[in-house]
């Protein structure tokens, strides 16, 4: 599901725009089997982008530019994500209908379930069972202000690019989850993805998105807090957050963090069970992003839920070019690539 698509290339240039780095990714739909061919990330300064929100375009946009130059990548068409609290991600019933039937009665639907403008918004959606027998059907509804579409629009413009697609960020990390964890999509699976300053807990159900939420926790937080209460500089804590021992000076940060995370899924789920007969009890769960790579996190969220979290692994399934990583490190990086891999999973 996109918004925007046009063209179609062999090569798809997924771009994560993240509040304290930019990944690009590049993947080859060439072959039967998509490949990842290169991989660049660049640190944007601090407090450009503060809760997914660009507070400073110029930037930003620089930020972009030069990452381009930097990684020798010349195609300027690329995927693209929104999210935060001006998207919303439904599953809803209509009558049974026509897709091509269908835009203007889900449009009309829509006035029901998006707190904004309808008039304001850009809409889309998907037929869940197409080929169903019953009276009505399933329909998935994604609406996202078009005031945030234009800007991300903007900013790429100002970085002399073009949006092939303009995703979802629940949709994007749906996509590599999926290749590399087709068993995740029986039953109900969870995905967190610990970013910088927003947590996003993404719920599927049987391969479907079923609830998306965004939580204010990151490892922004856990780097302010080693710099605060134990006097680290900037550097010296996030080499600790990315380390590979518990320490401790980072374990209070860890369980403070990992008890917010939890309960914010235990607020889904509980929303699950509310809004839904039909929704399952999550049976597994998986975390990705940059704070899952920090130490202890991932075990302490699985303690206070009792289950197992396991971290998500975005080139399980996936075949790797060599070179693809340049000078990075591969068991560094990968954590961090779920997102751009599923933009760059995309064919317009």
Known sequence: MAFLGFGKTKKTVGLDVGSGLIKLVVVDHGSDQPVLEQVAI?????????????????????????????????????????????????????????????????????????????EGVELDFQVLDPEGAGLQMEVLLVAAKRELVETRLSLLSDANLDASVIDVDAFALHNAFELNYPDAM?????????????????????????????????????????????????????????????????????????????????????????????????????????GARVPGLAEVIGERLRMNVEVANPLQALEVREGAFGALNVDEVAPLLMQPIGLALRTA
């Open 42 to 118: 660049t640190p944007v300064l601090a407090d450009a982008i503060v809760e997914g929100e660009i507070m400073d375009p110029a930037v930003v946009s620089e930020a972009i530019r030069g990452l381009f130059v930097t990684s020798g990548v010349k195609q300027k068409r690329v995927v693209v994500a929104v999210g935060g609290r001006d998207v919303i991600v439904k599953k809803i019933q209509v009558d049974r209908m026509s897709e091509a039937d269908a835009y203007d009665v889900v449009r009309w639907e829509a006035q029901q379930y998006v707190p904004f403008d309808i």
């Open 186 to 290: 029986t039953g109900v699976s969870a995905l967190i993805n610990i970013g910088h300053e927003v947590t996003n807990v993404n719920v599927v159900q049987d391969g479907i998105p079923l609830l998306t939420r965004d939580l204010t926790v990151g490892t922004r937080r856990f780097r302010e807090g080693l710099q605060r209460e134990r006097g680290m500089s900037a550097e010296d804590a996030d080499a600790l957050l990315r380390g590979f021992e518990k320490t401790p000076e980072l374990e209070p940060f860890v369980q403070s963090g990992a008890e917010e995370i939890t309960v914010g899924i235990e607020r889904a789920t509980a929303f699950l069970q509310t809004a839904s007969r039909d929704a399952g009890t999550i049976e597994r769960i998986y975390c990705c992003g940059g």
